[in-house]
């Protein structure tokens, strides 16, 4: 390894390429942490210390920010518009002929979808933003906070519009900056800039657990999170990687005097085909009810059962509901986005077929069938891993740095910029038979 990052450094573009993703990453960590105008720094101070910061709705946003969202920072929203505008615009194609049409048209096609993306982005980021200040106005945000009125002084119109359209700009420049990462640096901008994020909160979760620990004088949890977190690790590593290689054989066929084709190859399945979507899908969901509660205090039983049940993710029926959305979602998303019979008619367009499997129909039923049986495991390790933070939140009373959307994120990133910066070490440092 000591000698990979020597050679990483001694390429000239390549060191380029790293230190400027580096220094877009220390912007976006320094914009993290600028609070938006209008905000009482010391009265949210206060509050993020004496409450357990539990927004609800806004709970999976934090996550993906860093923190940054509770203590209203200019980034406070940071890329989830963009996370969600993405998977919209990827469900939309397959139900919209337009952006089928747009998807299938190759570059040119893919620069108009990744506009009408950055265009949605902004109207969720202003949608978000002003649920926030909604929640924040109303005292939702820290209700257990004394001073809570005092984080926006001024809750006037014209305020609040300034301080939706910071986020909202704060947003768009981050999503610049993410594209930046992509065209100048090492690639893969916008799961960077999640990774950062995520990352930025583990010495924090890990400090309070060390702090407020009783083993050892707080080493003994110290010492069991991070051997759990490593087991989490290696878990996700595995799971991640693994895969169902269906074999695909290619007939020979002469073309003039030259034969094409007779190749063996094969269709890598994943285990896990949906990735991290189900999650933010499932959580998103469930935070729909929190909208309830924006409004203050709801006198009416059935608003209060919301509040009490669902709105709170250390209950039975929360998460009960969140494992099965989990698993719903898992499957829908890999319906959605590998289509058996459109992989069985390109093969045998191509020539191609599955040893034993008849070409067409009969490809296309064998594909459903191995690929609902792979997605059961898949679905299943994406509820239990989702459900990690709250068991641990129970166990330690405090929050699990390794677990959850964080540690699918963190190590799909990790492992994908790992492959990039090899395949670009490979490019430059290749070597033949004459040295």
């Known amino acids: 390894m000591p000698t990979i990052f020597v050679r990483v450094f001694k390429t000239p573009g390549l060191r380029k390429k790293i230190l400027f993703t580096l220094g877009i990453l220390l912007l976006f960590r320094l914009g993290q942490n600028i609070p938006v105008p209008g905000v009482d720094y010391r009265s949210l101070t206060q509050c993020i210390k004496e409450s357990s910061g539990d927004g609800?709705?806004?709970?999976?946003?934090?996550?993906?920010?860093?923190?940054?969202?509770?203590?209203?920072?200019?980034?406070?929203?940071?890329?989830?518009?963009?996370?969600t505008a993405s998977i919209i615009l990827q469900l939309l194609t397959v139900v919209v002929p337009r952006l089928e049409a747009l998807k299938k048209e190759g570059q040119a096609g893919t620069a108009k979808i990744t506009q009408y993306t950055r265009y949605l982005t902004l109207g969720l980021a202003v949608l978000q933003g002003a649920a926030l200040m909604a929640k924040v106005q109303s005292g939702g945000l820290f209700g257990t906070c004394r001073v809570r009125a005092q984080i926006v002084?001024?809750?006037?119109?014209?305020?609040?519009?300034?301080?939706?359209?910071?986020?909202?700009?704060?947003?768009?420049?981050?999503?610049?900056?993410?594209?930046?990462?992509?065209?100048r640096g090492i690639g893969n901008g916008m799961s960077l800039l999640m990774f950062t994020s995520l990352a930025a909160g583990f010495p924090a979760n890990l400090g309070e657990i060390k702090k407020s620990g009783h083993l050892l004088g707080g080493w003994g949890e110290f010492a069991m999170v991070i051997a759990v977190g490593l087991g989490m690790?290696?878990?996700?590593?595995?799971?991640?990687?693994?895969?169902?290689?269906?074999?695909?054989?290619?007939?020979?066929?002469?073309?003039?005097?030259?034969?094409?084709?007779?190749?063996?190859?094969?269709?890598?399945?994943?285990?896990?085909?949906?990735?991290?979507?189900p999650v933010i899908f499932a959580s998103s969901?469930?935070?729909?009810?929190?909208?309830?509660?924006?409004?203050?205090?709801?006198?009416?039983?059935?608003?209060?059962?919301?509040?009490?049940?669902?709105?709170?993710?250390?209950?039975?029926?929360?998460?009960?509901?969140?494992?099965?959305?989990?698993?719903?979602?898992?499957?829908?998303?890999?319906?959605?986005?590998?289509?058996?019979k459109e992989v069985a008619d390109n093969m045998k367009k191509h020539g191609g077929f599955i040893p034993g499997i008849r070409a067409g129909r009969p490809t296309a039923d064998h594909l459903g069938y191995v690929l609902n049986r792979i997605t059961w495991p898949g679905a299943l390790y994406l509820g239990l891993i989702a459900l990690v933070p709250t068991a641990a939140l129970v166990l330690?009373?405090?929050?699990?740095?390794?677990?959850?959307?964080?540690?699918?994120?963190?190590?799909?990133?990790?492992?994908?910029?790992?492959?990039?910066?090899?395949?670009?070490?490979?490019?430059r440092n290749y070597e033949g038979f004459l040295r």
């Not at 895969?243 to 994943?270: D, F, H």
């Open 285 to 340: 969901v469930l935070s729909i009810p929190s909208l309830i509660d924006l409004g203050g205090d709801s006198a009416s039983g059935w608003a209060r059962w919301i509040a009490t049940n669902l709105s709170r993710g250390d209950q039975p029926i929360h998460l009960t509901l969140y494992f099965l959305l989990i698993v719903f979602f898992a499957f829908f998303y890999v319906a959605i986005s590998f289509t058996p």
């Open 153 to 183: 002084p001024d809750t006037s119109i014209l305020r609040t519009s300034v301080m939706v359209i910071t986020m909202t700009a704060g947003t768009a420049l981050a999503m610049w900056l993410g594209e930046l990462i992509t065209d």
């Open 56 to 83: 609800g709705l806004f709970s999976l946003i934090n996550t993906f920010s860093g923190g940054a969202l509770l203590q209203l920072t200019i980034f406070a929203l940071g890329i989830t518009p963009y996370i």
């Open 396 to 427: 330690f009373k405090s929050n699990f740095p390794f677990g959850g959307t964080s540690i699918l994120i963190i190590v799909s990133v990790g492992l994908e910029t790992v492959k990039q910066i090899e395949s670009q070490l490979q490019q």
């Open 233 to 277: 690790v290696w878990l996700v590593v595995f799971v991640e990687q693994a895969q169902r290689r269906i074999p695909v054989q290619y007939a020979k066929r002469m073309i003039g005097r030259r034969s094409y084709g007779g190749t063996s190859t094969y269709i890598p399945l994943k285990v896990n085909q949906a990735g991290v979507v």
